[in-house]
T-cell receptor, first 117, second 112 residues
Framework: AQSVTQLDSHVSVSEGTPVLLRCNYS??????LFWYVQHPNKGLQLLLKYTSAATLVKGINGFEAEFKKSETSFHLTKPSAHMSDAAEYFCVVSGGGLTGTASKLTFGTGTRLQVTL | NAGVMQNPRHLVRRRGQEARLRCSPMKGHSHVYWYRQLPEEGLKFMVYLQKENIIDESGMPKERFSAEFPKEGPSILRIQQVVRGDSAAYFC??????????FGQGTRLTVV
């Protein structure tokens, strides 16, 4: 079984300040972890992924995340927020079966990021 | 390489009608997933298919919902006798057999 907990439903930051979106996971197997972003009335875009290689993962648009097995966390960060970052962010875990094989993705409930001037 | 294509983007059905949602995976992908997103909620897994086979349907409602992914053509999610509670965004994703999946733009179903 696998699950994801996104600790904040809403996060508000000022433009130019750091972003931290928190995610904890639970998985019976070595998981693959992802962050997806969804802009209003749009589809989902993959920001970054962790699949058992380097624990610090860099993604698109300046985002990065660090896999910490001891803390079962995969928090998403960005040094400086931009207005265009305002969106819904989903932490996702995969790996209910064998590592490296396709299996269903389990989504967190999402964190809505608001960026103010 | 075109992404995951879903159609229609918007679908309006009256209660009791059938809704048919289509998903064409990315080229070379043989794994398809369907998810449902209710307003202000995250995505809930419905079904995972691999060409002509249902691998995991643990998230599918037991009645009125069915999915297929034939050897030729797109994957189809079919909802029979729709009710207002079926109104949601339905997303399809595809993968090549590794954990990473790519999502389509979704079909927004409205039941009136």
């Amino acid at each position: 079984a696998q699950s994801v907990t996104q600790l904040d439903s809403h996060v508000s930051v000022s433009e130019g300040t750091p972003v931290l979106l928190r995610c904890n996971y639970s998985s019976s197997y070595s998981p693959s972890l992802f962050w997806y972003v969804q802009h209003p009335n749009k589809g989902l875009q993959l920001l970054l992924k962790y699949t058992s290689a380097a624990t610090l993962v860099k993604g698109i648009n300046g985002f990065e995340a660090e896999f910490k097995k001891s803390e079962t966390s995969f928090h998403l960060t960005k040094p400086s927020a931009h207005m265009s970052d305002a969106a819904e962010y989903f932490c996702v875990v995969s790996g209910g079966g064998l590592t490296g094989t396709a299996s269903k993705l389990t989504f967190g409930t999402g964190t809505r990021l608001q960026v103010t001037l | 390489n075109a992404g995951v294509m879903q159609n229609p983007r918007h679908l309006v059905r009256r209660r009791g009608q059938e809704a048919r949602l289509r998903c064409s995976p990315m080229k070379g992908h043989s794994h398809v997933y369907w998810y449902r997103q209710l307003p202000e909620e995250g995505l809930k897994f419905m079904v995972y298919l691999q060409k002509e086979n249902i691998i995991d349907e643990s998230g599918m409602p037991k009645e009125r919902f069915s999915a297929e992914f034939p050897k030729e053509g797109p994957s189809i999610l079919r909802i029979q006798q729709v009710v207002r509670g079926d109104s949601a965004a339905y997303f399809c994703a595809s993968s090549s057999g590794v954990p990473e999946a790519f999502f389509g733009q979704g079909t927004r179903l409205t039941v009136v």
